[in-house]
């Protein structure tokens, strides 16, 4: 299900991680009603940034329909994907509040519609509308909490057991059931995504893949998985298999 702008209720069911509500949901009828007055309504292709790491750009966005990704890179050129972004999901809020350069690259995974804010007029809707500060406080502060659990697994868990939660978890959120009961990642995502949201290295990622593909767990293709035994990643999840 998707964000309808013109429509006064946002979905209740998108698919996102448990327990994270997305901004627009977080916001009453006026609010959304003053930032869609406020915006204009933009569509991106498959691929296109909305956003791009270090311009000088401070227009906020809200996805209505499709799925984004967040990616960074740093100066030896590791690119890392932060997080992928949804229906109602808040986005370039950092340099659209602080004016500073965009910390991250958003691309389109899909066909993207989305409302486009510029900050000045994000600020003047904000301040007849409490609940909108009040919604950038709580996703701000859900991204903070969730970059923490992200940077104490990195720490803690082995390779194989990141990439196994993160495939189960896409599974749960976007998965595509098959006849045969597998299941199909329902996002264009490659192996370089893939390595990018567990902090991993792309060579690694792919030697834990082409083991569980001989195991039968998985099948791969570009930017295309397919789960056949989450059983098994569930254990890899676990620690109950070591790294390949």
């Known amino acids: ?40 309504m933009t569509t991106y292709s498959a691929r296109e940034h909305l956003v791009v790491q270090e311009d000088l750009t401070d ?65 003047a809707a904000a301040r007849d509308h409490g609940v909108i500060t009040r919604a950038v406080h709580q996703i ?33 959120t976007h998965g595509r059931r098959h006849a045969s009961d597998a ?3 329902a996002l264009p995502l490659s192996q370089d995504d893939f390595a990018g949201l567990v902090l991993g290295s792309r060579r690694t990622v792919s030697r834990i893949l082409e083991q569980w593909r001989t195991d039968g767990w998985v099948t791969t293709g570009r930017n295309r998985l397919i789960l056949h035994n989450p059983d098994a990643l569930k254990r890899a999840r676990e620690g109950g298999r070591d790294t390949p």
């Open 1 to 40: 299900m998707t964000v309808d702008f013109l429509a006064d209720e946002p979905p209740r069911h998108a698919p996102r991680e448990p327990g994270r509500a997305p901004f627009w949901n977080l916001l009453d009828a006026p609010a959304r009603t003053a930032l869609r007055t406020a915006g204009r």
């Open 59 to 123: 227009h906020l966005v809200v996805v209505g329909r499709g799925w984004v990704k967040v990616t960074s890179v740093s100066a030896v050129g590791y690119e890392a994907v932060l997080a992928l972004r949804g229906p109602g999901d808040l986005i370039g809020e950092q340099a659209g509040l602080d004016g500073g350069p965009r910390s991250a690259t958003v691309t389109a995974l899909t066909p993207v519609r989305a409302l486009v804010i510029s900050s000045g007029a994000f600020r």
């Open 183 to 185: 299941v199909e990642i």
């Open 140 to 172: 701000l502060s859900a991204r903070l909490r969730e970059a923490d659990r992200q940077r104490t697994s990195a720490g803690a868990d082995p390779l194989a057991a990141r990439l196994a939660g993160l495939l189960l978890d896409l599974a749960a």
